[in-house]
DNA sequence: TTTCCAACAAACCACTTGGTCTGTTAATAT
DNA sequence: ATATTAACAGACCAAGTGGTTTGTTGGAAA
């Protein structure tokens, strides 16, 4: 039984996987727009009836992969930064150690949610609330957080705003840096950003 | 001979102008790739062959867009708010007012400088140094009216380092609020960019 | 063993895109 | 008056796009 399992040569949701997979890092490097479907299909070495059964449109895929992919990824990837003891450090040291471990290539792909907020956000309306509500976790979770500490922080801290604030710098120097090669002008707006953070605490 | 000129039924620079400024229009809310020229030339009300007459592709319209649309509005942008006694106040208002003045299409349409970087950085080398140049422009305008000040700022300040910061917290702020449909998060954002300014002061 | 359908394969289609090519006309220099 | 060329007009084209349709096959249930 295990074999006959393990032996399908049709597996419906290892192609499924494969391709989210696939188009998602397709659309982190070249837009949701830019992507082609017949790229897709190449590199999943499948045909077009495949994906076609999989999902209704190259909209639907879109929508797929920002919600079973980027959305898991994005707060598996901010949960640990904030949610310690000390938030602020963990922020600083979170973009730091970001900052470091980046390569080039992460540096001119960008942020998967920020390209596609910029792409898509004023295009398409499905986009556009999943884009808002991702935000809004996000934003959330980094707010209660600070919040938990307030009383290290200083007295006239809006939590929300300065969440928004972070976010906001960190997808800007996503974006600065996307013109020039090289991760000097990102690392130079990260330090800042740090040193904005710990200035947070009284 | 001045009747001549101006009765012209073919003006070429004229032509030239008009679709330059339809093209950044275009440009500026559907981004570049997905303008099409076949729209370009029904709002210039113009065919293929003049718009080909006066550029040689489609690149080098955008090329031609960036510098002698983009370009110099941007620098006339941002030069009367740091061209000023006070720069700190000067980019702070210059900030209050751009948020208090924008229209919700403005905010969905974002900046053009911001939305190209976005776009083709990393997909045209002809954008990407083009950009660049106007970055590092912009950032020296910023940090050397700083500098000018910098007797009532603190002591600590890179003043590269801080310009980069702003105009990346700038940026990310009209990305970020493309998914709302409102200024709230942009205002949000800028309200704590312009504390921040006011807290370089000493 | 047969039946049935999910899971594909792949040809086909309408449409749009940037770009070219050939022809025409307005204006100017001679 | 004529020749010349800049400034267009518009038909045409190959390539690529997302999407549809029809056909095939593997595998599990009856």
Redesign the pocket.
Known sequence: MLI??V??????????QKILAIAADEIHKHGF?A?????ILSKC??????????F??????GYAVFEEIYTPMFLATWQPAVEVEDPIEGLCQFFTAMSENMTCEDIICGCPLNNLCQEMASVDEGFRLRILTMQQQLNQMISTNLQKVSQQLRNDIDFSQVSYFIVATFHGSSSLSKSSLNKELFQKVINELCQYIRALKK
């Open positions: 006959k399992v032996c399908y040569m049709r597996d419906a949701e290892q192609t499924r727009n992507t082609s479907l017949s790229v070495e499948i045909s077009k009836g495949a994906l076609y059964h999989h209704a449109n190259k909209l639907e895929l």
